[in-house]
């Protein structure tokens, strides 16, 4: 689809991201945005009835929005192909009850483009971002990037500083540049230092949402004006962290952190080794067929298998019926 020019397409730009009387106004993704893991077959290949299964068990357990082919989706192993028909199914299972950002991010600017503009002619909310891994360009060539894909499509933008992962990071000089392009509303925010996530917030608009890329940081994120998560736990306990969200949202400050305290130890376990493993593994001891990861992510070490079951077991999400149709479970 190119990319809509004239009367017709200002309209259509302005209806998606929201400009009332030209200015510019948020895109609510949500507060919690599952980081969807991608199920695979015994044999690699994509499970799309259990992903479509999940993604449908996902919003009405906590979920605002999905993220689909993410990290925690196995981008890096999955073709574009796979990527697109994925859009598809988890468009069609979530049928409007959620949003769906698809992982439409490359290090090559032109693959990024295309597909960009092939998650908005599939109708899916936004495109996930993240800066261009192995190549390194410097904050101009970030911003020359993402400015390209941003002036491509009117999907709404949701960029990814992922640092630990890519190799270079996203500053928030360039991010407060960016968040003047209209399309470019939102950043998911893993560098893991609240200095970044704070000098983002004092230099962006209230309207540019900030989200948390680590389950751990929700909290934090949360006092310095951030909008949410984008979550690897809420595939286990979607609900609870909506309630840390909204206890924080309510000014039930002591409330939070009790919720907060409480799922740090998931938090954690589910980083022993490589995401997405941990949270593939846990998935499939509750009974979900989400298959292992692909090559050359391999599966959890016997040592950080049994802390990954003790601590599902000491927070009761090994207690009951699991799988495509199990009910809600409970944190102690």
Same mark, same amino acid.
């Given at each position: 689809?190119? #990319?809509?020019?004239?009367?017709?397409?200002?309209?259509?730009?302005? %209806?998606?991201?929201?400009?009332? =009387?030209?200015? #510019?106004?948020?895109?609510?993704?949500?507060?919690?945005?599952?980081? +969807?893991?991608?199920?695979?077959?015994?044999?690699?290949?994509?499970?799309?009835?259990?992903?479509?299964?999940?993604?449908?068990?996902?919003?009405?357990?906590?979920?605002?929005?999905?993220?689909?082919?993410?990290?925690?989706?196995?981008?890096?192993?999955?073709? $574009?192909?796979?990527?697109?028909?994925?859009?598809?199914?988890?468009?069609?299972?979530?049928?409007? %009850?959620?949003?769906?950002?698809?992982?439409?991010? !490359?290090?090559?600017?032109?693959?990024?483009?295309?597909?960009?503009?092939?998650?908005?002619?599939?109708?899916? =909310?936004?495109?996930?971002?993240?800066?261009?891994?192995?190549?390194?360009?410097?904050?101009?060539?970030?911003?020359?990037?993402?400015?390209?894909?941003?002036?491509?499509?009117?999907?709404?933008?949701?960029?990814?500083?992922?640092?630990? %992962?890519?190799?270079?990071? /996203?500053?928030?000089?360039?991010?407060?540049?960016?968040?003047? /392009?209209?399309?470019?509303?939102?950043?998911?925010?893993?560098?893991?230092?609240?200095?970044?996530?704070?000098?983002? %917030?004092?230099?962006?608009?209230?309207?540019?949402?900030?989200? !948390?890329? =680590?389950?751990?940081?929700?909290?934090?994120?949360?006092?310095?004006?951030?909008?949410?998560?984008?979550?690897?736990?809420?595939?286990?306990?979607?609900?609870?962290?909506?309630?840390?969200?909204?206890?924080?949202?309510?000014?039930?400050?002591?409330?939070? /952190?009790?919720?907060?305290?409480?799922?740090?130890?998931?938090?954690?376990?589910?980083?022993?080794?490589?995401?997405?493993?941990?949270? #593939?593994?846990?998935?499939? +001891?509750?009974? $979900?067929?989400?298959?292992?990861?692909?090559?050359?992510?391999?599966?959890?070490?016997?040592?950080?298998?049994?802390?990954?079951?003790?601590?599902?077991?000491?927070?009761?999400? /090994?207690?009951?019926?699991?799988? !495509?149709?199990?009910?809600?479970?409970?944190?102690?």
């Amino acid at each position: 689809m190119e #990319k809509q020019t004239g009367l017709i397409g200002i309209v259509r730009l302005n %209806r998606r991201i929201g400009v009332v =009387d030209g200015e #510019k106004q948020s895109v609510n993704f949500g507060r919690v945005l599952t980081a +969807m893991v991608t199920p695979f077959t015994d044999e690699g290949e994509l499970n799309y009835d259990e992903a479509a299964r999940l993604a449908d068990y996902l919003v009405t357990h906590g979920s605002d929005g999905l993220v689909v082919c993410g990290t925690t989706g196995e981008s890096p192993t999955l073709t $574009w192909q796979e990527e697109y028909e994925l859009f598809r199914v988890v468009r069609d299972a979530v049928a409007g %009850r959620a949003k769906v950002i698809a992982g439409t991010g !490359s290090n090559s600017t032109r693959e990024a483009i295309e597909a960009t503009k092939k998650a908005a002619q599939l109708g899916l =909310d936004g495109s996930l971002q993240v800066v261009p891994y192995y190549n390194k360009p410097t904050q101009a060539g970030l911003y020359e990037h993402f400015k390209a894909i941003a002036q491509a499509s009117d999907l709404p933008i949701l960029l990814y500083n992922i640092p630990s %992962r890519t190799g270079a990071s /996203l500053q928030p000089e360039t991010v407060a540049k960016l968040a003047e /392009l209209e399309t470019v509303v939102a950043i998911k925010e893993a560098s893991g230092m609240m200095d970044v996530a704070s000098e983002i %917030r004092r230099l962006t608009p209230s309207r540019f949402a900030i989200y !948390s890329g =680590d389950d751990s940081l929700t909290l934090p994120i949360l006092s310095l004006g951030g909008s949410g998560v984008v979550s690897v736990a809420s595939h286990l306990v979607g609900p609870q962290v909506q309630e840390l969200i909204q206890s924080y949202i309510r000014g039930q400050h002591d409330q939070a /952190l009790a919720h907060h305290l409480r799922l740090f130890p998931l938090f954690k376990v589910l980083f022993i080794e490589t995401n997405p493993v941990p949270i #593939k593994a846990a998935l499939e +001891m509750q009974g $979900w067929k989400v298959g292992r990861a692909r090559l050359p992510l391999v599966p959890l070490q016997p040592s950080s298998l049994q802390i990954l079951r003790q601590v599902l077991e000491e927070m009761g999400l /090994l207690a009951e019926s699991k799988g !495509s149709e199990r009910m809600a479970t409970k944190v102690s």
